[in-house]
């Protein structure tokens, strides 16, 4: 967690992937997360997706770190209430519900603008809050698969199954996961938004669509399938099979001594020049034939060249090639199998990319971190994934509220807590 947003504080109204891994990111950015929770149970990602302990999947645990829950009953007139106070605190609304959600309930937009003209106000659905499909309820497979991402044909027992081929650029597979493809967009708006706010006073109302995207992260895969027919010349373009598999050697994985795959990504002359020099074959420079203002080759059916690469780097184990790369300036790097492969990987332990905390019901528990870093700020945890209402006293306390108040409202049903 860097302190980048610290002093911002966020509610949080959402179940599920969407809203919630808006709330992880911006939390894991700094942001003091308040997620307000309706009862009985409060987000049941808590129960869905399998259980590490009761009330603890590892769905729930990861994405809503960093957070504190408040358990508000928002179809009361004291919830409500409770609401508007908090808000009165807030800088931003993370709204990851149906469409007209909280609209209904009398804490939408419109009705948090008049209140707090300055709110930056963030829906994150899977079709978007406006369009045809915006009041379509939404998982995650959906977004990916509005943004054709997971395209299917009629196999010959009657079912769907996956197409084959992606393409010689890839294909929208390449967009991720729909929930947390769109969650990036809508934590970097909210960024943004509070940039504008600083400026200007204004606050906003961001809009964000999970198969949006899907397509903005596959924008390379969507860019060169729309205008396919506009390219004039393709001798720059990696060659491919219909599967999609590069058939060039230059630019192609291999394996190496220890069974570990890697990488090599040699396409530019000096990089090719800097292998051939560092494992002393000099009788291969002529084999990268880049001419051109790009300079680059990535080949097409080096058969020969491929096998004759592949029995170099069979004669070293990864780790000795990745440091030749960094020493002699060569493009190549690790090509993991698998998590359990790359999860040891000493770059990205390095990095904290993975990061082992004791959750203080669940246990011991390994998270994905950040992909930035910010000097002087480390990853950690400081707020585990809470129970539902598990800081309501605190945060009713927080807001000023008199200890007979908060136990009316507990004894009412307006607020919940872990235990009430």
């Not at 399998?50 to 009953?73: C, E, F, M, W």
């Not at 409500?80 to 106070?85: A, Q, S």
Request: charged share 20%; glycine share 10%.
């Amino acid at each position: 967690m860097s302190e980048l947003l610290a002093g911002v504080r966020v509610i949080e109204s959402a179940m599920l992937f969407n809203g919630d891994t808006v709330g992880a990111h911006l939390g894991d950015l700094g942001a003091d997360v308040i997620k307000v929770e309706g009862p009985p149970v409060g987000d049941y990602l808590r129960h869905f997706l399998g259980q590490v302990t009761p009330g603890y999947s590892p769905a729930h645990i990861q994405i809503n770190r960093n957070k504190r829950s408040i358990g508000l009953d928002l179809r009361t007139d004291a919830g409500r209430e409770v609401f508007w106070r908090l808000l009165d605190t807030a800088d931003v609304f993370v709204d990851g519900n149906a469409a007209d959600a909280c609209a209904k309930l009398g804490v939408g937009y419109e009705a948090q603008k008049a209140r707090k003209p300055d709110i930056v106000y963030c829906q994150y659905t899977g079709f978007g809050a406006t369009g045809p499909y915006a009041p379509i309820p939404t998982h995650g497979q959906m977004m990916n698969a509005l943004a054709g991402a997971t395209p299917r044909v009629m196999g010959d027992d009657g079912f769907l199954h996956l197409a084959a081929g992606s393409g010689a650029m890839g294909s929208m597979e390449a967009g991720g996961e729909g929930t947390a493809a769109g969650a990036i967009h809508a934590a970097y708006h909210v960024a943004a938004a509070l940039v504008r706010r600083a400026r200007t006073g204004e606050g906003a109302f961001i809009d964000i669509s999970g198969a949006d995207g899907v397509v903005a992260q596959a924008w390379i895969a969507a860019t060169y399938a729309l205008n396919d027919a506009r390219i004039t010349d393709r001798s720059s373009m990696p060659a491919a099979t219909d599967s999609g598999e590069m058939t060039g050697a230059l630019y192609q994985f291999y394996a190496c001594e220890d069974g570990l795959n890697l990488l090599f990504c040699c396409i530019e002359p000096k990089f090719w020049k800097n292998f051939c020099t560092a494992v002393d074959r000099p009788d291969l420079l002529s084999a990268n034939k880049a001419t051109g203002s790009a300079n680059v080759d990535f080949g097409a059916d080096q058969a020969e060249l491929r096998r004759e690469l592949q029995r170099i780097f069979s004669t070293r184990p990864l780790s000795a090639w990745v440091e030749l790369a960094a020493e002699h300036d060569i493009a190549l790097g690790p090509a993991y199998r698998s998590l359990a492969e790359a999860a040891v990987d000493p770059h990205l332990l390095s990095r904290d990319t993975f990061h082992t905390a004791v959750h203080p019901v669940a246990g011991e528990y390994t998270y994905v971190t950040e992909a930035g870093l910010v000097q002087g700020q480390p990853y950690q945890l400081r707020h585990h994934a809470p129970a539902f209402g598990e800081h309501s006293v605190e945060i009713l306390a927080e807001l000023g509220l008199p200890q007979p108040e908060i136990d009316q409202l507990l004894a009412s049903g307006a607020v919940a807590t872990a235990r009430a």
